[in-house]
């Protein structure tokens, strides 16, 4: 059976109960569905070799500002649910994910799996979303305001969190 994949890169935002009843619709032969919703944070998180981990004052994000790639972003997303379809036996992926300005509390990024089992749509949706992280084209700027209560824009740098969380795939 071929795998259904449905990617999006949209600036609007979308409903994840509603992409849940995407995946679920008319679809028998899955028992296990996976989901990641990924939200924009109202401050900065450094990442574990930052200088700053563990430091009471975290900088406020007011907006975080997303650019893509057209087209190359999208491309990028379907070859990542391809791989992950080729890894695990999956029903259905789906993939939105957000440019533009976007407020704290804003969806970013989903990511649905369903497949016969629940490990396998586990992992392809954990395996999908670390990927994207690190290899599809989108670019962060987080604006807001800094310690001299001015508002500040700085490109988010690209994690080694990041890096490191795709040695285990």
């Known amino acids: 059976m071929a795998v259904d994949i ?3 890169v949209q600036s609007e935002g979308f409903d994840p109960g509603a992409e849940y009843n995407r995946l679920r619709s008319e679809n028998y032969s899955d028992g296990a569905t996976a989901m990641f919703v990924g939200n924009v944070r109202d401050f900065y998180v450094p990442d574990v070799n930052d ?8 900088k406020s994000t007011s907006v ?3 650019e893509h790639y057209p087209g190359m972003a999208e491309s990028a997303l379907t070859e990542i649910a391809r791989e992950a379809a080729e890894r695990w036996p999956l029903g ?4 939105i994910h ?12 989903f990511v649905g799996t369903t497949s016969a089992h629940r ?3 586990l992992d392809a949706c954990a ?5 994207l992280k690190s290899r599809a084209p989108f670019w ?6 800094g310690d001299d209560g001015k508002i500040q824009s700085t490109w988010v740098e690209a994690r080694s969190s990041d890096e490191k969380a795709l040695k285990k795939w």
């Open 6 to 8: 449905s990617i999006s």
């Open 51 to 58: 200088e700053n981990i563990g430091k009471a004052n975290k």
């Open 64 to 66: 975080l500002e997303l």
């Open 92 to 95: 259905r992926v789906r993939v």
């Open 98 to 109: 957000r440019y533009g300005p976007l407020a704290a509390g804003d969806e970013i990024v």
């Open 119 to 121: 490990q396998a749509s």
């Open 127 to 131: 395996f999908i979303m670390d990927f």
């Open 140 to 145: 962060k700027k987080e604006v807001g305001v």
